[in-house]
């Protein structure tokens, strides 16, 4: 944002000292606070409390729920899970939060495509990373950051081993993009088609006691 804010001033400076036609200037120095504050919404942390329970699955992010189904996940589990995947357009908060607290077992980046997020093989084709935690009670949880046609940069924190907070800040996706969650096969989901989540805050699914 620093950067940002630097160069919009730069701008200003220049356009002050070679245009001499006053709504032109005006016009300009509008566009580029316009622009600045987009961008400080766009990169917004609010604070979330999570109540923390290791029998919920928590919405990794903001966003719309666009899909709800059984498939066959090809590279961590190597087998049929129910994934539930989150829209989320450049309006919403794009920071990515741990659905459950536990262990990581597994961090991995991937380049690619930057296919639209809703693509139907955006989930295999695009830049993404693939995080799975684990605790005693819902066993293994995966959850895959995926880029979107706007997005350039995929932030991942989670560390292999590392021990982490549910609700916890994981990383961060610039620009529109979608975060798949997949669970075991018969996990009660909480969520419907349309439906808009919270991130770090709604429940999503339960596993089972």
Not at 15 to 28: A, M, P, Q
Not at 100 to 127: C, D, M, Q, R
Not at 188 to 209: H, L, M, P
Request: hydrophobic share 45%; charged share 20%; proline share 3%.
């Amino acid at each position: 944002m620093t950067i940002t804010a630097i160069i919009l001033i730069a701008i200003n400076m220049i356009t002050y000292s070679l245009i001499n036609v006053y709504w032109i200037k005006f016009v300009i120095l509008v566009v580029s606070i316009i622009f600045f504050f987009l961008i400080l919404q766009f990169f917004r942390n609010p604070k979330r409390t999570t109540n923390q329970n290791n029998k919920h699955i928590i919405a990794p992010v903001d966003g719309k729920v666009v899909a709800i189904e059984e498939v066959y996940e090809k590279e961590y589990f190597k087998d049929n899970r129910l994934q539930i995947s989150i829209f989320m357009s450049p309006i919403n908060v794009h920071v990515t939060r741990h659905p459950i607290g536990g262990k990581v077992t597994y961090s991995k980046y991937h380049p690619g495509k930057f296919l639209v997020a809703w693509h139907p093989k955006s989930s295999e084709e695009n830049e993404r990373t693939t995080v799975v935690v684990k605790n005693d009670v819902a066993g293994e949880v995966l959850y895959r950051q995926i880029a979107g046609a706007m997005a350039k940069r995929i932030v991942n924190y989670a560390e292999v081993d590392a021990e982490v907070i549910q609700g916890s800040d994981s990383g961060f996706i610039k620009f529109g993009s979608r975060v798949d969650v997949f669970v075991p096969v018969g996990t009660k989901v909480n969520v419907e088609i349309n439906q808009k989540v919270k991130g770090g805050v709604s429940v999503i699914a339960d596993v089972a006691s």
